[in-house]
């Protein structure tokens, strides 16, 4: 099984907490936040991971994600080609056809992603399937409920693709403008409810609730995954 883990992000909105770091080697709770995502892959079964990253950055990728029980392939796009670019860029190092996981590299999520796998194989129609997680608000909606859960699921920004979703995303943009509402539009495209932890991270306060998260659960933290691995 092979992955592929978009981190092309700057982190532009996390200013100074990024310390320097491109998004997807944040450091939380003293590990890159790639490192939680090569973990839960190889819990997983993942045995190779492609990370698709900004031009220049490949080496430091692959020295920060190695070891981890997964090969790392770092692949540097030559010009920033969007996450439907990105995917498809990175897509042309894989070895194998089938399936495959996808990752937003700024996610933390505790998805079971064997449990996903088997829900989209189970649709013989199936070219892809998102996770979707439940929306909460952001706001004050009462006096006595602060981030109420809205009875809306947004897309968690992971997913199994098979052979025919990565041979239809585009070349340059986005696949959620283009091949996700396409595959919809012909009843091939699935969701998995995933209710659990999601937090991505765009902002310092999204930062400070990864930190506070993985704190409290250090047997979550990667290196217990590379001591198993």
């Known amino acids: 099984m092979e992955a592929i883990i ?20 944040v450091p939380i709770a003293g590990h890159p936040l790639a490192e939680y995502q090569v973990s839960q892959l190889v819990r997983a079964g993942v045995d190779r991971v492609i990370v698709s990253c900004a031009a220049g950055q490949a080496a430091l990728f692959k020295a920060k994600l190695s070891g981890l029980g997964a090969e790392i392939v770092a692949v540097a796009e030559p010009e920033p080609l969007g996450r439907g670019g990105g995917i498809r860029f990175a897509a042309e190092q894989r070895e194998e056809s089938g399936p495959l996981y996808a990752l937003n590299g700024d996610e933390l999520t505790d998805v079971d992603l064997r449990a996903l796998l088997d829900a989209h194989e189970e649709h013989d129609r199936a070219a892809a399937t998102i996770v979707v997680a439940p929306l909460r608000s952001q706001f004050r909606i009462s006096g006595f409920r602060e981030a109420p859960r809205l009875p809306h699921w ?64 250090p047997e979550l933290r990667p290196s217990l995954a590379r001591n198993r691995s």
């Open 154 to 217: 947004v897309n968690a920004g992971v997913y199994v693709l098979d052979d025919e979703a990565l041979a239809r995303l585009p070349e340059r943009g986005d696949h959620e403008l283009s091949t996700f509402p396409e595959l919809a539009d012909e009843g091939k495209l699935f969701a998995f409810r995933h209710e659990g932890l999601w937090i991505t991270v765009n902002t310092p306060k999204d930062l400070e609730r990864a930190e506070g998260h993985y704190a409290a659960h």
């Open 6 to 25: 978009l981190a092309g992000g700057q982190a532009t909105r996390l200013g100074d907490a990024a310390r320097g770091h491109p998004k997807a080697l």
